[in-house]
Protein backbone atom coordinates (compact mmCIF):
# COMPACT_ATOMS: atom_id res chain seq x y z
CA UNK A 1 0.00 0.00 0.00
CA UNK A 2 2.92 2.23 -1.26
CA UNK A 3 1.70 5.72 -1.99
CA UNK A 4 1.92 7.18 -5.64
CA UNK A 5 4.57 9.68 -4.33
CA UNK A 6 6.85 7.14 -2.93
CA UNK A 7 10.06 6.17 -5.37
CA UNK A 8 9.46 2.73 -4.95
CA UNK A 9 6.16 2.86 -6.20
CA UNK A 10 6.63 5.20 -8.93
CA UNK A 11 9.55 3.16 -10.13
CA UNK A 12 7.08 -0.37 -9.87
CA UNK A 13 4.44 1.69 -12.22
CA UNK A 14 7.12 2.62 -14.40
CA UNK A 15 8.18 -1.21 -15.20
CA UNK A 16 4.64 -1.97 -15.15
CA UNK A 17 3.84 0.86 -18.34
CA UNK A 18 7.47 -0.50 -19.63
CA UNK A 19 6.04 -4.20 -19.67
CA UNK A 20 2.74 -3.82 -21.16
CA UNK A 21 4.35 -1.99 -24.14
CA UNK A 22 6.77 -4.52 -24.61
CA UNK A 23 3.93 -7.29 -24.52
CA UNK A 24 1.52 -5.30 -26.85
CA UNK A 25 4.77 -4.66 -28.88
CA UNK A 26 5.59 -8.49 -29.56
CA UNK A 27 2.18 -9.00 -29.87
CA UNK A 28 2.28 -6.80 -33.05
CA UNK A 29 5.56 -8.38 -34.38
CA UNK A 30 4.01 -11.83 -33.66
CA UNK A 31 1.14 -10.63 -35.64
CA UNK A 32 3.75 -9.35 -38.88
CA UNK A 33 5.31 -12.06 -39.20
CA UNK A 34 2.46 -14.20 -39.33
CA UNK A 35 1.30 -11.83 -42.17
CA UNK A 36 4.44 -12.44 -43.84
CA UNK A 37 4.49 -15.79 -43.55
CA UNK A 38 0.79 -16.25 -45.22
CA UNK A 39 1.81 -13.58 -47.99
CA UNK A 40 5.32 -15.84 -48.53
CA UNK A 41 3.33 -19.07 -48.53
CA UNK A 42 1.05 -17.72 -51.12
CA UNK A 43 3.67 -16.68 -53.35
CA UNK A 44 6.62 -19.36 -53.27
CA UNK A 45 3.73 -21.76 -55.49
CA UNK A 46 3.65 -18.90 -58.53
CA UNK A 47 5.80 -19.79 -60.95
CA UNK A 48 6.52 -15.90 -62.89
CA UNK A 49 9.14 -16.51 -65.44
CA UNK A 50 10.22 -20.92 -65.69
CA UNK A 51 13.08 -21.00 -67.48
CA UNK A 52 13.72 -23.72 -70.09
CA UNK A 53 16.55 -26.12 -68.86
CA UNK A 54 19.00 -27.80 -71.15
CA UNK A 55 17.44 -31.19 -69.34
CA UNK A 56 14.31 -30.66 -71.91
CA UNK A 57 16.75 -31.03 -74.80
CA UNK A 58 19.10 -33.66 -73.13
CA UNK A 59 17.83 -36.44 -75.11
CA UNK A 60 17.56 -34.58 -78.40
CA UNK A 61 19.00 -37.06 -81.05
CA UNK A 62 20.50 -35.57 -84.60
CA UNK A 63 18.71 -36.02 -87.41
CA UNK A 64 20.69 -38.65 -89.30
CA UNK A 65 20.71 -37.18 -92.49
CA UNK A 66 21.99 -33.75 -93.58
CA UNK A 67 18.61 -32.93 -95.46
CA UNK A 68 14.99 -32.72 -94.03
CA UNK A 69 13.68 -31.17 -97.34
CA UNK A 70 14.46 -29.98 -100.83
CA UNK A 71 12.66 -27.83 -103.36
CA UNK A 72 14.48 -28.01 -107.03
CA UNK A 73 14.59 -24.64 -108.82
CA UNK A 74 11.08 -23.98 -110.71
CA UNK A 75 8.46 -21.71 -110.78
CA UNK A 76 6.54 -21.25 -107.74
CA UNK A 77 2.81 -21.60 -108.51
CA UNK A 78 -0.93 -20.77 -107.02
CA UNK A 79 -2.61 -22.83 -109.46
CA UNK A 80 -2.21 -21.28 -112.74
CA UNK A 81 -1.06 -18.09 -111.07
CA UNK A 82 3.08 -17.52 -110.82
CA UNK A 83 4.32 -16.84 -107.95
CA UNK A 84 8.13 -16.35 -108.14
CA UNK A 85 10.92 -18.32 -109.99
CA UNK A 86 13.15 -19.24 -107.26
CA UNK A 87 15.86 -21.15 -107.17
CA UNK A 88 16.79 -24.57 -105.60
CA UNK A 89 16.21 -24.29 -101.71
CA UNK A 90 17.55 -26.88 -99.01
CA UNK A 91 16.47 -27.19 -95.63
CA UNK A 92 19.27 -28.65 -93.55
CA UNK A 93 19.19 -30.21 -90.20
CA UNK A 94 20.83 -27.23 -88.87
CA UNK A 95 19.07 -24.60 -90.70
CA UNK A 96 17.46 -21.91 -88.98
CA UNK A 97 15.64 -19.95 -91.73
CA UNK A 98 13.06 -16.53 -91.65
CA UNK A 99 10.66 -16.86 -94.55
CA UNK A 100 9.74 -13.22 -95.22
CA UNK A 101 7.27 -11.25 -97.38
CA UNK A 102 4.40 -9.34 -97.72
CA UNK A 103 0.94 -10.93 -97.17
CA UNK A 104 -0.36 -12.75 -100.73
CA UNK A 105 3.57 -13.41 -102.09
CA UNK A 106 3.07 -16.96 -101.33
CA UNK A 107 5.23 -17.91 -98.44
CA UNK A 108 2.68 -20.82 -97.51
CA UNK A 109 2.63 -21.81 -100.92
CA UNK A 110 6.27 -22.28 -100.73
CA UNK A 111 6.44 -23.84 -97.74
CA UNK A 112 3.72 -26.56 -98.92
CA UNK A 113 6.35 -26.66 -101.98
CA UNK A 114 9.43 -26.98 -99.56
CA UNK A 115 8.01 -30.20 -97.52
CA UNK A 116 6.45 -31.62 -100.67
CA UNK A 117 10.07 -32.58 -101.11
CA UNK A 118 10.75 -33.87 -97.49
CA UNK A 119 13.68 -36.59 -97.08
CA UNK A 120 12.74 -36.90 -92.93
CA UNK A 121 9.55 -38.99 -91.86
CA UNK A 122 6.81 -36.41 -91.29
CA UNK A 123 6.00 -37.35 -87.50
CA UNK A 124 9.60 -35.81 -86.86
CA UNK A 125 8.69 -32.87 -87.80
CA UNK A 126 6.20 -30.00 -86.23
CA UNK A 127 4.30 -27.73 -88.86
CA UNK A 128 1.95 -25.26 -87.15
CA UNK A 129 -0.41 -23.03 -89.35
CA UNK A 130 -1.63 -19.54 -88.58
CA UNK A 131 -4.81 -21.11 -87.44
CA UNK A 132 -4.56 -24.49 -85.78
CA UNK A 133 -7.81 -26.83 -86.02
CA UNK A 134 -10.00 -27.32 -83.08
CA UNK A 135 -9.03 -31.00 -84.11
CA UNK A 136 -5.46 -30.37 -83.76
CA UNK A 137 -6.02 -28.93 -80.60
CA UNK A 138 -7.97 -31.71 -79.24
CA UNK A 139 -5.46 -34.21 -80.71
CA UNK A 140 -2.98 -32.70 -78.29
CA UNK A 141 -4.01 -32.42 -75.05
CA UNK A 142 -5.54 -36.22 -75.95
CA UNK A 143 -1.64 -36.78 -76.83
CA UNK A 144 -0.50 -35.00 -73.84
CA UNK A 145 -2.51 -36.49 -71.31
CA UNK A 146 -1.28 -40.28 -73.07
CA UNK A 147 2.48 -39.45 -72.78
CA UNK A 148 4.35 -41.62 -70.29
CA UNK A 149 5.35 -39.51 -66.70
CA UNK A 150 9.18 -38.95 -68.29
CA UNK A 151 8.42 -37.42 -71.61
CA UNK A 152 5.14 -36.00 -70.13
CA UNK A 153 7.23 -33.66 -67.81
CA UNK A 154 9.38 -32.44 -70.72
CA UNK A 155 6.79 -31.40 -72.30
CA UNK A 156 5.22 -29.71 -69.10
CA UNK A 157 8.60 -28.04 -68.68
CA UNK A 158 7.98 -26.61 -72.10
CA UNK A 159 4.73 -25.53 -71.56
CA UNK A 160 5.73 -23.68 -68.17
CA UNK A 161 8.34 -22.19 -69.84
CA UNK A 162 6.32 -20.42 -72.58
CA UNK A 163 4.33 -19.26 -69.26
CA UNK A 164 1.33 -21.22 -69.61
CA UNK A 165 0.25 -23.29 -66.05
CA UNK A 166 0.17 -26.51 -67.41
CA UNK A 167 -2.80 -27.79 -65.01
CA UNK A 168 -4.86 -24.93 -65.80
CA UNK A 169 -4.24 -25.93 -69.54
CA UNK A 170 -5.21 -29.41 -69.11
CA UNK A 171 -8.72 -28.86 -66.51
CA UNK A 172 -9.37 -26.10 -69.27
CA UNK A 173 -12.50 -26.97 -71.40
CA UNK A 174 -11.70 -24.42 -74.26
CA UNK A 175 -7.71 -23.31 -74.68
CA UNK A 176 -7.80 -19.54 -75.70
CA UNK A 177 -6.08 -19.20 -78.69
CA UNK A 178 -2.58 -18.25 -77.07
CA UNK A 179 -2.64 -21.15 -74.89
CA UNK A 180 -3.72 -23.86 -77.59
CA UNK A 181 -0.23 -22.44 -79.81
CA UNK A 182 2.13 -22.65 -77.02
CA UNK A 183 0.67 -26.24 -76.43
CA UNK A 184 1.09 -27.54 -79.71
CA UNK A 185 4.50 -25.29 -79.57
CA UNK A 186 5.69 -27.58 -76.81
CA UNK A 187 5.00 -30.61 -78.81
CA UNK A 188 7.25 -30.28 -81.23
CA UNK A 189 10.00 -29.01 -78.54
CA UNK A 190 8.92 -31.09 -75.82
CA UNK A 191 9.28 -34.00 -78.26
CA UNK A 192 12.65 -32.84 -79.33
CA UNK A 193 11.37 -32.74 -82.90
CA UNK A 194 13.82 -32.80 -85.68
CA UNK A 195 12.29 -29.63 -87.60
CA UNK A 196 9.80 -26.90 -86.37
CA UNK A 197 8.08 -25.08 -89.17
CA UNK A 198 6.13 -22.07 -87.22
CA UNK A 199 3.72 -19.68 -89.62
CA UNK A 200 3.03 -16.73 -87.65
CA UNK A 201 3.87 -18.46 -84.34
CA UNK A 202 3.33 -15.26 -82.34
CA UNK A 203 -0.28 -14.74 -83.13
CA UNK A 204 -2.27 -14.10 -80.17
CA UNK A 205 0.50 -14.15 -77.98
CA UNK A 206 1.45 -11.01 -75.69
CA UNK A 207 5.02 -9.30 -75.45
CA UNK A 208 5.82 -11.48 -72.59
CA UNK A 209 4.79 -15.36 -74.38
CA UNK A 210 6.71 -13.46 -77.25
CA UNK A 211 9.87 -13.55 -75.23
CA UNK A 212 9.65 -16.59 -73.21
CA UNK A 213 9.20 -18.31 -76.97
CA UNK A 214 12.16 -16.73 -78.18
CA UNK A 215 13.98 -17.61 -75.71
CA UNK A 216 12.71 -21.49 -76.13
CA UNK A 217 13.82 -21.63 -80.08
CA UNK A 218 16.91 -20.21 -79.67
CA UNK A 219 17.34 -23.36 -76.67
CA UNK A 220 16.69 -25.68 -79.33
CA UNK A 221 18.67 -27.65 -81.03
CA UNK A 222 16.90 -28.35 -84.06
CA UNK A 223 16.38 -26.83 -88.00
CA UNK A 224 13.71 -24.12 -87.81
CA UNK A 225 11.56 -22.47 -90.99
CA UNK A 226 10.32 -19.47 -89.57
CA UNK A 227 7.41 -17.84 -91.23
CA UNK A 228 6.69 -13.70 -89.86
CA UNK A 229 6.20 -10.30 -89.96
CA UNK A 230 8.11 -9.92 -86.43
CA UNK A 231 11.77 -8.84 -87.85
CA UNK A 232 12.96 -8.37 -83.99
CA UNK A 233 11.56 -11.93 -83.42
CA UNK A 234 13.08 -13.32 -86.14
CA UNK A 235 16.21 -12.19 -86.14
CA UNK A 236 16.72 -13.39 -83.06
CA UNK A 237 16.16 -16.76 -84.01
CA UNK A 238 17.03 -16.93 -87.10
CA UNK A 239 20.41 -17.10 -89.63
CA UNK A 240 19.14 -17.17 -92.83
CA UNK A 241 16.47 -15.20 -94.73
CA UNK A 242 14.60 -16.63 -97.69
CA UNK A 243 12.37 -13.14 -99.40
CA UNK A 244 9.78 -13.71 -101.82
CA UNK A 245 9.77 -10.44 -103.52
CA UNK A 246 8.96 -9.10 -107.16
CA UNK A 247 8.44 -13.13 -108.55
CA UNK A 248 11.73 -13.78 -107.12
CA UNK A 249 12.96 -15.41 -104.45
CA UNK A 250 16.10 -14.23 -102.50
CA UNK A 251 18.61 -16.44 -99.95
CA UNK A 252 20.88 -14.01 -97.53
CA UNK A 253 22.17 -14.41 -94.39
CA UNK A 254 21.30 -12.25 -91.60
Not at 94 to 102: M, P
Not at 120 to 147: F, K, M, T
Request: glycine share 8%; net charge neutral; aromatic share 4%.
Amino acid sequence: MRSRDDSDARGLLAQTRADWAEGRLSRRVRKVRRQAEEARAELEPIDVDTPLGRSVFARYERCPQPLLAVRDAGPLRRGDRLLADAPALTWGRDDRIWLAGRNGAGKSTLVDALLAGLRAPPERLLHLGQDPSPAAIDGARAWLCDLDPEARARVMAVIAALGVPPTRLLESASPSPGEARKLLIARGLGTCAWGLVLDEPTNHLDLPSIERLEAALAAYPGALLLVTHDEAFARACARTRWTIDGGEVRVESI
